[in-house]
């Protein structure tokens, strides 16, 4: 049976009729070299402000990815390549001037992440945006990890919390915290040729 043939039935057939005729995700898969079964699924942005007016005040943000249409099948090198949110935040002063400029003392900002304990601390003299990349999910072996896609599944999930805390008391004038957010996976659809939908959340109360 040759590797087209196996294309065809692949995608038209259930799972139980793939067995019977001995066709496997791994033959036609490693037969599409040109890598044309990669595809890269994107969310709408996320956007919004909170003003930040005095010591301890604080943004929590809860953003959860949710990947769906996944192949069943995967391909010999996993069904998902990577997943990423890009994460981006600015301040400014409410009133001029301004800031955000390099040159203007701003309150600073505790950052913390679930990956990362501690975070880290904002510049004093802020310079446009900060953009972080982060982390959505992975590939799993089995069902058991809770930051993956276990293999198989169609649908899954992630959630990556995001705290943004000012740190310098009324000194400073209050700041308008701007953040944006903006979701993308790579997906290697063969051998079903889904299209797969991402969508990125806020479900911090």
Known sequence: MTRARCSALLALLSLWSLASTGCTASTVCDADASGTSLTTARSAALVGTAELSQKDDSLVLALTSRLSDLPEL???????????????????????????????????????????????????????????????????????????CPLGATDCEHTVHVGLTRIDDATFPPVQLSWSALASATVDTCPSWRSPSLTLSNEAP
Not at 118 to 144: I, K
């Open 74 to 148: 995967s391909p010999p090198n996993g069904v998902l390549q990577s997943a990423r949110i890009s994460f981006t935040f600015s301040l400014r002063y409410i009133d001029a001037p301004m800031g955000g400029d390099g040159l203007t003392q701003m309150p600073r900002l505790n950052l913390k992440l679930d990956s990362a304990k501690g975070g880290y601390t904002t510049s004093s003299f802020p310079n446009g945006s900060e953009q972080l990349s982060l982390d959505a999910f992975g590939d799993c072996d089995s069902g058991l990890g809770v930051d993956c």
